[in-house]
């Protein structure tokens, strides 16, 4: 019999895992069980894309799951979902609206917010097939198409475009 417990670890060996894998990232992590479904929240600023921490989460979770296997029919002794919520620190929102101002062609903070304007270049690579869009919707592509990891979030430099997206092979 697993010790109740179970989600409370793997909660923790998650959270340790995912800040040493993302170093310089803080991670909040906390499990949830409501009846018989066991939910481990993972929570952070800026940092990683979330398909990114997805991959890495994943894969620690089947280990602990094919190291218990067998060993316990109770629910308690598995992690039934992943919930992932990555938010956007006004560092790294300033930064992203001046890529995305230099790409339309208008100076920082000059950008009507209710305008639509058409797909900047900076995302026309992307998965994203918008043709045309508000800043709040392209900032928000932006930040979910970008991994600051090692890109300088909070020193003020963060590179050229090419330097911002994330160049995983499933964005590739």
Not at 130 to 140: C, N, Q, R, S, Y
Not at 149 to 168: A, K, M
Request: charged share 25%; hydrophobic share 40%; net charge negative.
């Amino acid at each position: 019999m697993k010790d109740p417990l179970w989600p409370t670890e793997v909660s923790e060996r998650l959270r340790e895992y995912l800040s040493g894998t993302f170093t310089g990232v803080q991670f909040q992590t906390a499990p949830l069980a409501v009846y018989d479904v066991v939910t481990l929240d993972v929570s952070w600023t800026d940092g990683p894309a979330l398909h990114e921490v997805d991959l890495v989460a994943l894969q620690i979770v089947l280990r602990l799951h094919l190291d218990t296997w067998g060993t316990s029919n109770e629910a308690g002794s598995r992690i039934d979902r992943i919930s992932k919520r990555r938010t956007m620190s006004p560092v790294a929102e300033e930064m992203l609206l001046k890529v995305l101002a230099a790409d339309l062609g208008t100076g920082p903070g000059e950008q009507d917010l209710e305008r639509f304007y058409t797909l900047p270049p900076v995302l026309a690579a992307s998965r994203y097939r918008a043709e045309k869009g508000t800043i709040p919707e392209f900032l928000d592509l932006l930040f979910e198409a970008t991994s600051f990891r090692g890109s300088g979030v909070g020193d003020g430099d963060i590179g050229g475009p090419d330097t911002l997206l994330c160049r995983c092979a499933l964005c590739a």
